[in-house]
T-cell receptor, first 117, second 115 residues
Framework: GAGVSQSPSNKVTEKGKDVELRCDPISGHTALYWYRQSLGQGLEFLIYFQGNSAPDKSGLPSDRFSAERTGGSVSTLTIQRTQQEDSAVYLC???????????????FGQGTRLTVV | AQKITQTQPGMFVQEKEAVTLDCTYDTSDQSYGLFWYKQPSSGEMIFLIYQGSYDEQNATEGRYSLNFQKARKSANLVISASQLGDSAMYFCAMSSNNAGNMLTFGGGTRLMVKP
């Protein structure tokens, strides 16, 4: 597709249930990022993939959170036993390569709004 | 570790005037990139402008320019001739190889353009 695609766009789940959030990056982009944004707040880094590997998992808030990326493309963020404090917008971004050098801006998806009730 | 600080939670600007949004950063790396993103109320993140740490000239993109002062570790965004559609949240971000290419964001500044 032309841009980063995230699904679902909205998810309401009951406390204690597991959820899976999906991200389809721009084709050919090797770097993929997950962020969390609570209402009116900045972006909290969760995890970053370079290809299929995640050099930095330090942003994951707890062991209930996990993420994987397969084939250097689609990524899934899984939250187990959801809690109300997990409610937020989960944003995925991809870039052609790591954003450390050169003009490799990250392109964002529209996000998944997760509400835990 | 790298850190981005945006000290202005909210800013007002009169339509057609220029406005500067502040951003300071902290890193021990010599090679890094600085980015500005706009997030309107619809929620999407829109890339505005990029500055590399070794770029000698300030970046410009249309009405956006980045006032890069390396010694002060600041990367302020200047928006000229503000328009009502510029009302949004603005985020400064940085990334560096030594930080694993992680893109770190500041807390954001909400800009409101008055007619």
């Amino acid at each position: 597709g032309a841009g980063v695609s995230q699904s679902p766009s909205n998810k309401v789940t009951e406390k204690g249930k597991d959820v899976e959030l999906r991200c389809d990056p721009i084709s050919g982009h090797t770097a993929l990022y997950w962020y969390r944004q609570s209402l009116g707040q900045g972006l909290e880094f969760l995890i970053y993939f370079q290809g299929n590997s995640a050099p930095d998992k330090s942003g994951l808030p707890s062991d209930r959170f996990s993420a994987e990326r397969t084939g250097g493309s689609v990524s899934t963020l899984t939250i187990q036993r959801t809690q109300q404090e997990d409610s937020a917008v989960y944003l995925c971004a991809s870039s052609l390569r790591g954003a450390g050098t050169m003009n490799t801006e990250a392109f964002f998806g529209q996000g998944t709004r997760l509400t835990v009730v | 570790a790298q850190k981005i600080t945006q000290t202005q939670p909210g800013m007002f600007v009169q339509e057609k005037e220029a406005v500067t949004l502040d951003c300071t950063y902290d890193t021990s790396d010599q090679s890094y990139g600085l980015f500005w993103y706009k997030q309107p109320s619809s929620g999407e993140m829109i890339f505005l402008i990029y500055q590399g740490s070794y770029d000698e000239q300030n970046a410009t993109e249309g009405r956006y320019s980045l006032n890069f002062q390396k010694a002060r570790k600041s990367a302020n965004l200047v928006i000229s001739a503000s328009q009502l559609g510029d009302s949004a949240m603005y985020f400064c971000a940085m990334s560096s190889n030594n930080a694993g290419n992680m893109l770190t964001f500041g807390g954001g500044t909400r800009l409101m353009v008055k007619p």
